[in-house]
């Protein structure tokens, strides 16, 4: 018997890539890239500020699979497309994490992302 529990997003999926959205052993959970795809579409949102909205609808989602919710998220890595997106990215951030004394951990790198896409994110939850 397996230790590891698969987690998946419903509609939303790494495409060919045969890797799960993330895995959890325990009470730990470790997301792979969350991204802002409308679950059952096939391509993402043209809109930045729609595929971040999305990305948070994402998390909250990939959560409650995980057993959890926001508040279990301990750290996060972000990867913007590009510097301009982050004050959108924090406005979204903000809006799951309203309390400045309880926030995850948080790094923001700037890198190329592929096909369109303006954010992803990793987590580490604890259960």
């Known amino acids: ?58 998390i909250h989602s990939f959560m409650k699979k995980a057993g959890g919710t926001s508040g279990h998220i301990i750290q996060m890595s972000v990867y913007l497309k590009d510097n301009s997106l982050r004050e959108l990215f924090n406005q979204e951030w903000v809006r799951m994490f309203p309390d400045p004394r309880d926030r995850p951990a948080r790094h923001i790198t700037i890198v190329d992302l592929r096909n369109g896409m303006q954010a992803q994110v990793e987590i580490v939850a604890v259960l």
Do not use: W
Request: proline share 9%.
């Open 1 to 58: 018997m397996a230790m590891r529990e698969v987690i998946e997003i419903s509609g939303v999926s790494h495409g060919t890539a045969p890797i799960p959205m993330g895995a959890k052993i325990g009470n730990i959970v470790y997301s792979s890239a969350i991204m802002g795809k409308i679950p059952g579409e096939k391509h993402l949102p043209q809109d930045p500020e729609r595929q971040i909205t999305q990305l948070f609808l994402n």
